[in-house]
């Protein structure tokens, strides 16, 4: 399976008032065709950075990519310009974001705002192009598609708008779709019907998606693979199965934990993970997690760990997994 | 949609009736009696003026009159010269209207654009440029653009050029009109441009902005199809007291160009100290600047479809 | 294209370099103690913590911009309260035999320097200026200042105390301010003895309404927000909410206001010099001054530019200064 995107070692970097914000350091992941990588973490570890500079949306500066590599359909995507980038957002890769209630222009008709998506990179009359348009917010599931595209967007509860924006995506059927944070703004009952139609998205065009969330209980039934970050790290990656039955970081094991399931039992008691994220105006000199780490040794106070590999692509970067670790260690006081 | 203007019609008949009443005081508060300035008022004026006011009658009746007959659209004779102030005000507004849609016309159109160049590339040589323009403009009184730009341009721009491209002063010409309206609408440009820029910056930080790009737009078509529409908005508010600001402003220019508009008529009594004509161009100029306000409210409903839903809602 | 490759060779020998300094380090047994987590570092806060005020003052006073402002006013206050005390004229001293002299020209009476020339009476335009700089900036400082009382209290009573009061007392100054703040500056002016005293009434009385407004606004956006619902929750004292909270709250956007208010007062006051409403003669005042000079500005165009260079010079820093005020208490630029 060829990889839609492929991202190296990216380091992004922000230059603010105070000073140098590393916000990203040093990413690596890549999406297959037609596949759904899931990035959760929690708010301010990068995820949103990395996504949006995937295609370039940060305004750079004060954003700038440090170094690595971002390959997408084989078109190098940092040393592309703003007009290269222009014919790639929306052609090949799209984006959703979080709140959409903001995110359509309010002055603008839903309809007018799809159309000018679609003639953007496909070549239609602006009668077709009408068209596609209807045709696209009933592929999206909105009613009275042809009278809702005549309305402006406050014409349209929260969930509606979101479906507006997933029909724009996708309208130029790009290969991959990125979805920052697309149920948070949303009620419960709306953020299932949202992933449904994800769901079904990814099955009728075969678009690869990158969903990013703070929530893993929203990927675990669309994500193929989930990437973990923390920090500005991908702190573990696998299929969606190992993140969710073997955990090998002790962040990830939390994460897990402080997530309520149907299956909770009443005595098992939800966990938090005690703490912030660090300030990544100054990020610690060893593991990014040890100060809020259970299993915290005094290596990972020193010195960052590397990445191991556990099997079939499962990676984790935690000194636990590091082979001489005493696998009887005995913790507390 | 009706409750809101409703509201602002009450608000307008109330500042008008303020404005009258001021007008009123004014009149009777002149140190000794009003129609007497000590100097010779033509005889037949004075007899007009006791008529026409009551002034025998108690103050409260004297009010009455005053009011009705203001409602009326008549102010009153100017004691200077013996003309009714309304055909004054007839005669010299269209002037003044000429000058100041030419001012706002000029200051809008190049505000906007000076906002929108100063936002889109900011924090560059361009953005410090138009900024410091509109700061110029704010700092500097339009009588003083007024005599530079007279001196300059219109004095001084001949000796070089070997001809005349300006005229001084007067308003007859295409040419003479440009200066007088390039004076009195420099403030107001500096007032569009500065908010311009804000809403702009505001505009362009907006998420649906995001949006745009990431379908591929090109910066030229969010800009124009996206960010502007929405950052035009509330510079429709400021256009309401600015149409005030154009209007005093006037005051000032008409007399530095020697255009005979109502401005220059209003400088010329209060320098003459002729209470009725003062009066009676005040309360145009109140009625006149209410009626703009309202209007531009009303306007500001109807350009945004996000207050439409919010009275159909409210 | 050769720019691309430039940069794509720089990025990979950056990532080189990233790469050995980060080998990964081969921990040894005594490495692996557990120590847990730490409590007192989970919760640190990288950035050193800095009081509002001690921020926006660091922030004012790192722009050149402020900083060049703040001096120019300086110089001219320094210029306007100390020149005619060591100027060789005073103001209303005539030279009638050297009129509209030009600058640096000497008097043929004393045998002094006109540093900036005279006036057509042989009045020592230096020392006017000075003189009615003193007056401008006075009648424009001591207008700002009444008219931010009286704006804090009137808008702070009404929007702290809210309800019916509040209705009535916003729907007052939306009444006044229908009409053109001009006009009715004009409208007083006309029915007020002439002289200092009642124009700086007459800007009182039209002035306050912008401060009270804004006040309002704030106080009532600041009473329902959190922080100020969760000081109530804790069953703090309306008295401490208001100094505690409001206030300071408030400070920065009056503060911010009032120095952008000093440049309008300016404008008032030259403005209504222009059209024959200024200071009475012989006093001097800028507008005054320069409203002299126009009448002769074409012959001696020296006598309205010094009086409009100071009057556009300190309108300017005034305006710049605001600017910088509030960019240094705009807590969004707190990053």
Not at chain 1, 189 to 216: F, N, P, S, Y
Request: proline residues 5%; contains cysteine.
């Amino acid at each position: 399976m060829a990889d839609v995107l492929k991202v190296e070692n990216l380091h992004v970097s922000f230059d603010t008032y105070a000073g140098e914000v590393h916000a990203v350091r040093g990413v690596t992941f890549h999406v297959g065709e037609g596949e759904v990588l899931a990035i959760v973490g929690e708010s301010g570890c990068g995820k949103s950075v990395t996504a949006q500079t995937i295609m370039k949306l940060n305004p750079m500066p004060p954003a700038r990519i440090k170094e690595g590599s971002i390959d997408l359909c084989g078109k190098d995507i940092v040393a592309a310009s703003e007009k290269e980038m222009q014919d790639i957002r929306g052609r090949l890769v799209s984006m959703i974001f979080q709140d959409p209630m903001t995110c359509l222009n309010p002055t603008m008709k839903v309809g007018k705002q799809l159309t000018e998506a679609i003639s953007q990179h496909r070549k239609m009359t602006r009668e077709e192009a009408k068209k596609e348009a209807v045709r696209l917010l009933e592929m999206v599931q909105i009613p009275n598609a042809a009278e809702r595209a005549e309305m402006y967007p406050h014409e349209y509860s929260g969930g509606m708008r979101q479906r507006a924006m997933i029909a724009m995506a996708m309208s130029c059927e790009p290969k991959l779709l990125i979805a920052d944070e697309p149920t948070t703004a949303l009620d419960v009952t709306i953020q299932a019907q949202i992933m449904q139609l994800m769901a079904k998205v990814r099955k009728e065009t075969g678009t690869a998606i990158i969903l990013i969330t703070h929530d893993l209980g929203v990927v675990a039934n669309l994500a193929d693979r989930v990437a973990v970050m923390y920090a500005g790290k991908i702190m573990e990656t696998g299929t969606a199965e190992d993140i969710f039955y073997r955990p090998q970081h002790p962040y990830t094991q939390a994460l897990l934990k402080s997530l309520p399931t149907v299956d909770t039992d009443r005595s098992e008691k939800l966990v938090s993970i005690a703490g912030t994220p660090p300030d990544l105006f100054a990020p610690p000199k060893g593991c990014e997690f040890a100060s809020r780490c259970d299993h915290c040794m005094k290596l990972c106070k020193q010195h960052v760990p590397p990445t191991y590999d556990v099997g079939g692509g499962h990676m984790a970067r935690c000194w636990r997994l590091h082979p001489d670790f005493p696998k009887d260690q005995k913790e507390g006081n | 949609m009706a409750r809101f203007i409703g509201k602002r019609l009450i608000y307008s008949v109330l500042t008008i009736f303020l404005l009258l009443t001021i007008t009123f005081f004014m009149m009777h508060l002149m140190p000794g009696n009003p129609f007497a300035t000590g100097k010779a008022i033509n005889e037949n004026v004075m007899a007009a003026l006791e008529a026409k006011y009551g002034l025998d009658k108690p103050l409260w009746q004297q009010f009455l009159i005053y009011v009705s007959n203001a409602l009326h659209g008549d102010f009153g004779v100017s004691y200077k010269n013996g003309r009714s102030v309304t055909s004054i005000i007839a005669e010299s507004f269209p002037y003044s209207a000429e000058l100041g849609i030419r001012a706002m016309i000029f200051a809008t159109i190049a505000g906007l654009l000076l906002g929108i160049l100063a936002a889109v590339k900011r924090n560059t040589v361009w953005d410090s440029g138009s900024m410091f323009i509109a700061l110029l403009g704010v700092s500097m009184p339009s009588f003083i653009i007024g005599a530079l730009l007279q001196y300059f341009l219109g004095l001084k721009l001949p000796e070089l050029i070997g001809f005349r491209l300006f005229p001084i002063t007067g308003w007859n010409t295409e040419m003479s009109k440009i200066l007088p309206a390039f004076a009195l609408g420099f403030s107001t440009l500096s007032v569009v441009s500065r908010l311009m820029r804000t809403s702009m910056l505001d505009v362009l930080n907006q998420d649906y902005i995001k949006t745009a790009k990431a379908k591929g737009l090109s910066q030229k078509k969010i800009i124009w199809k996206h960010a502007v529409r929405n950052a035009i908005m509330p510079i429709v508010t400021v256009l309401g007291p600015q149409v005030a600001a154009i209007l005093t402003g006037a005051f000032v220019v008409e007399n530095i160009f020697g255009i005979p508009g109502m401005g220059r008529f209003f400088v010329t009594s209060i320098q003459n100290n002729d209470f009725t004509l003062i009066a009676g161009t005040t309360l145009f100029y109140g009625a006149f600047l209410v009626i703009a306000n309202l209007v531009v409210d009303v306007l500001y409903c109807f350009i945004d479809p996000r207050v439409k839903l919010a009275e159909k809602e409210g | 294209m050769s720019k691309k490759k430039e940069l794509a060779a720089q990025l990979a020998a950056q990532a080189e370099a990233r790469r050995a300094a980060a080998a990964p380090y081969t921990p040894n047994a005594a490495d692996f103690q557990w120590v847990g987590p730490d409590a007192s570092s989970r919760e640190a806060i990288a950035r050193p913590s800095m009081s509002f005020f001690q921020d926006a003052m660091r922030r004012l006073f790192s722009s050149k911009k402020a900083i060049v402002c703040i001096a120019l006013i300086l110089l001219i206050v320094v210029f306007c309260v100390f020149y005619p005390m060591i100027s060789p004229f005073t103001e209303q001293e005539q030279h009638v035999t050297h009129s509209n002299a030009a600058m640096f020209s000497v008097c043929p009476d004393t045998g002094k320097m006109h540093i900036l020339g005279t006036d057509t009476l042989g009045r020592d335009l230096m020392t006017r200026a000075a003189m009615g700089g003193r007056l401008s900036l006075a009648m424009a400082l001591t207008a700002v200042v009444v008219n931010g009382v009286i704006g804090l209290v009137y808008g702070g009573v009404s929007g702290y105390v809210g309800g019916w009061l509040d209705n009535i007392m916003m729907r007052a100054v939306e009444i006044i301010n229908g009409i053109p703040y001009l006009i009715l500056l004009i409208v007083l002016m006309m029915v007020l003895d002439t002289g200092v005293s009642s124009m700086i009434l007459a800007y009182i009385l039209v002035g306050w309404t912008g401060i009270a407004r804004m006040t309002r606004g704030q106080i009532v956006s600041l009473k329902e927000q959190e922080f100020v619902i969760a000081a109530k929750a804790m069953g703090a004292k309306p008295r401490r909410i208001l100094f505690k909270h409001l206030i300071p709250n408030l400070l920065s956007v009056i503060i911010v206001q009032m120095t952008m208010a000093i440049p309008g007062m300016i404008f008032n006051e030259s403005f209504l010099s222009f059209i024959g409403l200024g200071v009475p003669v012989p006093a001097s005042s800028w507008g005054q001054l320069a409203n002299d000079g126009f009448d002769r500005f074409r012959l001696y165009p020296s006598q309205m530019m010094i009086p409009a260079v100071l009057i556009c010079v300190t309108m300017l820093s005034f305006n710049l200064l605001g600017d910088a005020l509030r960019d240094a208490f705009d807590p969004k630029l707190r990053r």
